[in-house]
């Protein structure tokens, strides 16, 4: 005859089993992206303030802006940056003073918006000095059709923040993956510049993706906290 096991027993016994388990395995299961924004360290601060200086360097191109361009100088001039290894490119972007120069050239023909471009140069030659808290900032070369990996220990509850610019008109998006490889963030607007802002739960590993959907090979600036 087949002994059997009552269903209330099995359960009991697997509620045990689990309850028993680390806590690391129990969460391994879930998305590890927190509702909550958190609150930005100063890494992170420069990481944003640098990606939203290059978008609007991008935009006073465009449209010609002189005063645009002297804000977005200012914006990279305060952010701290430490550079990071090269690995396999030079870098590309411009610094803050390329961009005054740039506001200066935009600035041609009139001589009351030159004399502020030089002033906000003066004030900002400096620059920002990183000792702690800084940005980190490398460059890649990403072949055609390829993908360049990059591997952060993010902590729980404080903002990993990632932006990306590319050298050249080539397609590219950024995405963020969890431990687990879930998707929990990505930027696809084909913009000169890409962000992604992701807070988790519990301290970890996230992957930034950068891909190369062009025929071109292309040159890939990072910064992030």
């Keep these: 005859m087949r002994n059997t096991v009552p269903a209330r027993l099995v359960l009991a016994i697997a509620a045990t089993a689990l309850s028993a388990l680390p806590a690391g395995?129990?969460?391994?299961k879930r998305v590890?992206?927190?509702?909550?924004?958190?609150?930005?360290?100063?890494a992170a601060q420069a990481v944003e303030t640098l990606a939203l200086g290059y978008r609007?360097?991008?935009h006073a191109r465009s449209a010609r802006d002189a005063r645009a361009m002297i804000v977005a100088a200012r914006m990279l001039a305060s952010a701290p940056v430490d550079s990071g290894e090269r690995?396999?490119?030079p870098d590309f972007d411009p610094a803050a003073q390329a961009l005054f120069t740039e506001a200066a050239t935009l600035?041609?023909?009139?001589?009351?918006l030159r004399r502020e471009v030089e002033g906000a140069r003066a004030e900002e030659s400096r620059g920002t000095i990183c000792k702690l808290h800084c940005a980190i900032r490398n460059v890649h070369f990403?072949?055609?059709?390829?993908?360049?990996?990059?591997?952060?220990a993010a902590r729980g509850g404080e903002p990993l923040v990632v932006?990306?610019?590319?050298?050249?008109?080539?397609?590219?998006?950024?995405?963020?993956y969890d431990e687990n490889d879930n998707?929990?963030?990505q930027d696809l607007s084909q913009n000169v510049t890409l962000y992604c802002r992701v807070t988790p739960i519990w301290s970890g590993p996230f992957f930034a993706v950068v891909t190369n959907h062009g025929e071109r090979d292309v040159r890939v600036a990072m910064v992030a906290n």
Excluded: H, Y
């Design 183 to 185: 998707l929990v963030c």
């Design 25 to 28: 395995a129990m969460q391994d």
């Design 163 to 176: 932006g990306v610019r590319r050298d050249s008109a080539t397609g590219m998006d950024l995405k963020i």
């Design 32 to 42: 590890n992206l927190s509702d909550n924004m958190g609150e930005a360290t100063p």
């Design 87 to 89: 690995l396999s490119a």
């Design 56 to 58: 609007l360097a991008d």
């Design 142 to 152: 990403v072949p055609a059709g390829t993908n360049w990996r990059v591997r952060f």
């Design 107 to 112: 600035a041609a023909g009139d001589a009351e």
